[in-house]
DNA sequence: GATGAATGAGGGTTCATTCAT
DNA sequence: TATGAATGAACCCTCATTCAT
């Protein structure tokens, strides 16, 4: 490769990126089975034979985005987790995660709420049965525990504190919440707490 | 009609209802793309052409199952709606409707979470935008002005309380909250009421 | 059958002669394989099943039309040549019986000008093989052989005399030559002769 | 590239090409709805995703076709009408190219004379409207304005002019006038004038 | 590695024909 | 005999994937 060619190419690792970030926007757009190879071509500007030098299939291809999605995700839960010991404040982390994600990388968000990822993955897990979800059922059965939170059956609380919290990002997401999440995230917290503190 | 006809004819209306339940419940497994019409021969157990006679494409028959499971689920609504007036109540209705009907039909429940109706009709407003969901933010307004709720943004609460819910059903579908709905609703109704009440 | 039936019912022949018709001028119209028989049944006023009751195939219904129109043509102009003994008036037989027929019985002489016949019937000689084709070659023979027609290659002279007259038909069919061929028809007649006259 | 590699590659335009030849003579033969896709694969000797490469729809194909087939018989007619000034010159001169194309490249003359262009382009003028044949009118004006030509409704004598060539192209290509058309040429021509000339 | 023209299995849909009524 | 709902082979077309360059 002679410098004329180095000065016309990308970053291989850019252009994957580019790929991944397309087919994710379009994946989350238009589905999985709508969303067509020549469309993420055209997207993420980069040739078929490229993408197919990057993943053995759009499946895989999928799959990729599937995994560095929910790992960024659980990863911006971790930092916001450091320090609190509090129920309250560990259930808030969760909160504020989402409702921050979702205005700032509405992508993100939408690929974890609506992708239905069966489409490629057949038998899979579903999302809320992954880390950040199972993380939040622990620290319910902690406070239910320790009496900050209400006594029942910890699954149903952790159904009520997150429910409250992703149907808000969902409609906000479907443009039918429309205010700022910055602006009602107090009011969302408050509420899920009241549905299940003690 | 004798009994060796009976055997052999199937009622023309039962046809129809026929292709219309299996293709709902491919649709809602695998998605509008990722059902083939072939697939839905092969479930109905009718002929590609005879489904063809009933609908001139397969969005139509898409479309037509998402206007009768709609408004089959609006019914269930009123009908439960009938002689409540307190605020509790009525947003009760709602929560028993949509945990009831998940455990009696979890095929219409499935539709209306998870089904992306817009892979078939873009443009459609999304289901929370559709007639019960309308409904329950008016109770909503009416309970804040009331005095029963929680002053606030009623968009908030409503979405706290039919966030609790319909999460609920969510996971009870994906096998994740496996106990009996019928065994956790006064739980579930509780919490959502403690989300927003006065 | 009864009296009520009777009022209700069509005389069997009529009905056949309906679909011929109905059949005929949507073959001419669209072509043949551009003819559904629904539209046959839509344009006859005909149940789908009585066709063919009268009909094996859509193929032998073609072929029916095939003969009936060919012989229909054939009876006009053997009617036509009664009595003619001159090459010239013979001739003019021809031409009247195509110019006449093109504007009595446009469907007529539209299928036998436009319609490829070798869709239903393959290996079907060509229309201008048939009777009154063979026919004229014959009056041309004759007409040179007595030295009223140039002498030289009787079927160029067939060709050239059916030419003018035959294009003339077609372009009215057409609308591009939009005289009533009633007003041409001496003129047309003229040039024919004058092309192959001795 | 080697000998080797030669015998494995087509040339793109060579491929596109021979799907436009393989097409033409398909339509022409059988009429475009007679033809299947699956037809033009095999003659052709492509896969059936080439041809959508080339073509978005089986329509266009059969539209590029057709502008083909028009552009090259007007450029034919264009370069024999060079230098010549007579009514009888450029009358002949359509003659000439209508015969010898018939006998050069019969399937572009079948096309010409034979295809129903309105199976999938409903609303296009009919070919006897287009370039060469309104030219020919306008020779057959000047030629009557000048005194070559009898008097008269100068459509007429384009048609009987026309008649006389296209008849005798029409029946050589059906294998009925069988005289190789360079034989009768002149004779054509002669008569085709004489049934015109003043 | 990177490219994109080419491949062909499989998609949605049509329509000639059948057969229980 | 007449009806028309039902059948399914075959249509046109799409798109994930390959491979010569």
């Given at each position: 490769m002679n410098l004329h060619m180095q000065r016309r190419t990308v970053n291989p690792v850019d252009k994957k990126a580019r790929v991944v970030r397309a087919a994710r926007r379009l994946f989350v757009q238009h589905g999985f089975h709508n969303t067509t190879m020549p469309a993420i071509v055209a997207e993420a500007g980069v040739s078929i034979g490229a993408i197919y030098s990057y993943f053995p299939t759009k499946e895989a291809l999928a799959r990729q985005i599937h995994d560095e999605t929910l790992a960024e995700f659980m990863l911006f839960f971790d930092l916001r987790l450091a320090g609190r010991t509090a129920c309250f404040d560990k259930l808030a982390a969760f909160a504020e995660v989402v409702l921050e994600t979702t205005e700032r990388d509405p992508e993100l968000m939408e690929y974890l709420l609506f992708m239905r990822h069966d489409e490629f993955m057949p038998g899979l897990p579903p999302i809320c049965f992954t880390g950040p979800f199972l993380l939040l059922q622990d620290f319910v059965r902690e406070g239910i525990a320790g009496g900050e939170l209400r006594p029942g059956n910890w699954l149903v609380s952790a159904v009520a504190y997150t429910g409250v919290i992703l149907r808000a990002a969902e409609l906000h997401l479907k443009c039918?919440?429309?205010?700022?999440l910055a602006a009602i995230r107090e009011e969302l917290i408050a509420d899920a707490w009241a549905a299940i503190r003690a």
């Amino acid at each position: 490769m002679n410098l004329h060619m180095q000065r016309r190419t990308v970053n291989p690792v850019d252009k994957k990126a580019r790929v991944v970030r397309a087919a994710r926007r379009l994946f989350v757009q238009h589905g999985f089975h709508n969303t067509t190879m020549p469309a993420i071509v055209a997207e993420a500007g980069v040739s078929i034979g490229a993408i197919y030098s990057y993943f053995p299939t759009k499946e895989a291809l999928a799959r990729q985005i599937h995994d560095e999605t929910l790992a960024e995700f659980m990863l911006f839960f971790d930092l916001r987790l450091a320090g609190r010991t509090a129920c309250f404040d560990k259930l808030a982390a969760f909160a504020e995660v989402v409702l921050e994600t979702t205005e700032r990388d509405p992508e993100l968000m939408e690929y974890l709420l609506f992708m239905r990822h069966d489409e490629f993955m057949p038998g899979l897990p579903p999302i809320c049965f992954t880390g950040p979800f199972l993380l939040l059922q622990d620290f319910v059965r902690e406070g239910i525990a320790g009496g900050e939170l209400r006594p029942g059956n910890w699954l149903v609380s952790a159904v009520a504190y997150t429910g409250v919290i992703l149907r808000a990002a969902e409609l906000h997401l479907k443009c039918i919440l429309t205010e700022p999440l910055a602006a009602i995230r107090e009011e969302l917290i408050a509420d899920a707490w009241a549905a299940i503190r003690a």
